[in-house]
């Protein structure tokens, strides 16, 4: 079923809490160890579900992420809602006790298509530190296993910083070995706790988008990066013997580290650059989704935003509806037409498929139109990429 998604989300993200018992050093939320007072209650959360099947189907994939969605009781109860609603639905919540076996199963008899659980490194000692909290590392990798025994689908977020980017091949190995769904990469943002001495430089934004590419092609293991578009084009020139950006270092030595790593079923479609990924679990990616394009961010209060890490207040949805805001308001009108990015961006023959993180150049610049920080491409003319 063809999506227009300048019409209507694709993705949208709900952080139906901030409270969390987790001091991650980048947390975009700075996240608190109480709920809110201002949530939005259960009857708020059942009409966002209603506001977004307005949008008419195909309905977005809904994502509840936090905070800790398993801090608030009603969860079950508001993804079971989306789930008869026909939404298919996801959770992205902490590695801490909070995730017990009956919480899961309550969760999977609510509907819900896939658990994310992050981990940041392969060991406690990277992981645990950037999760401010010991033990995190352990008790994650025995939720991937409570998972993986009661059917749930799973997948591994991990946020590429300085701090642990040549620890990247081991948690893909860990990946491989829990047998997730899918490997979501996520490029560090400096808002929030996030500082911008955390981001990796545009070399390294490279050779580690080039290195998933490969890892993907060798292995099978299904890879998306996020707040990192530039694996759409990277992967839309390595697949036709057109790259000719030269890697540094970095890229080499993750590549030696995966040398031995199983063979797997080859990816034809990494990043959805040029058509649709299916995975395993029935949840799809599209091409060209980026902040404000195809997708939006809730927040706990009901705060609406281009990106949870563009933090630029749209509207909110007890004032007004979700597709009002999608459709009018002047933030999403101009993230939704690459034709209004400024810089190499708005030149860039890839601006469709990419178009760079709006996040970090806001972060960065302070305009969210202007150029991706973090990108070495140079822009080459000729005919433009959708």
Not at 86 to 102: D, V
Not at 122 to 129: V, Y
Not at 176 to 187: A, Q, R
Not at 359 to 381: F, H, M, Q, W
Request: proline share 4%.
């Amino acid at each position: 079923m063809y999506l227009d998604i300048t019409k209507k989300p694709f993705i949208v993200f709900w952080e139906i809490t901030r409270a969390c018992m987790l001091a991650c050093k980048h947390c975009r939320a700075r996240a608190i160890r109480k709920r809110h007072p201002d949530e939005l209650t259960t009857k708020e959360a059942f009409g966002v579900v209603d506001q977004l099947l307005d949008f008419g189907k195909p309905h977005p994939l809904l994502v509840f992420t936090g905070g800790d969605p398993l801090m608030r009781e009603d969860v079950f109860e508001i993804v079971e809602y989306a789930s008869e609603s026909g939404i298919r639905t996801a959770i992205a919540f902490s590695g801490t006790r909070l995730a017990t076996e009956k919480r899961l199963e309550k969760l999977k008899d609510a509907g819900v298509s896939r658990i994310a659980i992050s981990l940041d490194g392969s060991n406690p000692e990277i992981h645990d530190h950037f999760r401010g909290v010991s033990g995190t590392f352990e008790t994650s990798l025995e939720i991937l296993d409570l998972a993986s025994e009661l059917g749930i689908s799973s997948q591994i977020n991990t946020t590429v910083t300085t701090f642990n980017i040549h620890d990247l091949p081991n948690i893909a190995r860990l990946g491989i070995e829990s047998e997730i769904t899918l490997w979501d990469v996520f490029f560090v943002v400096p808002t929030g706790r996030a500082k911008p001495e955390y981001m990796p430089s545009p070399q390294e934004f490279e050779d580690v988008l080039s290195w998933l590419y490969d890892l993907s092609r060798k292995t099978g293991l299904n890879v998306k990066s996020s707040a990192a578009t530039h694996l759409r084009r990277i992967e839309y020139m390595r697949d036709r013997g057109a790259y000719d950006i030269e890697h540094g270092e970095l890229y080499l030595r993750l590549l030696d580290a995966i040398k031995d790593f199983p063979e797997g079923e080859r990816k034809e479609i990494v990043a959805g650059a040029h058509g649709r990924s299916i995975a395993r679990d029935g949840i799809r990616r599209m091409m060209g989704i980026t902040d404000g394009r195809g997708m939006f961010f809730i927040s706990h209060v009901g705060d609406v935003y281009p990106s949870g890490f563009l933090p630029i207040k749209a509207g909110n949805v007890r004032e007004t509806s979700l597709e009002e805001i999608y459709m009018k308001s002047e933030i999403f009108k101009n993230l939704k037409d690459p034709e209004r990015l400024k810089g190499k961006c708005g030149k860039c023959e890839f601006r469709y498929i990419c178009g760079g993180s709006r996040a970090r150049a806001y972060a960065v610049t302070g305009d969210y139109l202007s150029a991706e920080p973090n990108c070495i491409y140079k822009p080459r003319g000729g005919e433009v990429i959708k």
